[in-house]
């Protein structure tokens, strides 16, 4: 099934670049372009997923992808800087 979604996948993804111009565009859009910023107290507080991550992870179900739930989804969002996630006494944001 993996597999199987690797193309599935590809497709919604080349649909979605030619609506809204490219990738970026998308991602980006559901933040308004500005990038989300949290500082954390303890580690018990980061969360697994988000309001923006379930609605990401929707939409992207909804276009006909496929392992996109909410959890990878907020994993890839902190990866390409959308959301950076820091502990308060995070050497970065000083």
Known sequence: MKIYSVRK????????????GSFYNYI??????????NVWKSKEELPS???ISDN???DLKKRGMSFVGTTIIYSYLQAIG???DHMYNCFKDK
């Open 82 to 84: 959308v959301v950076s």
């Open 56 to 58: 990401i992870s929707k």
């Open 28 to 37: 980006w859009g559901f933040v308004d372009g500005k990038q989300i910023k």
């Open 9 to 20: 996948n590809a497709i919604s993804f080349i649909k979605i670049q030619k609506e809204f």
């Open 49 to 51: 997923k988000t309001e």
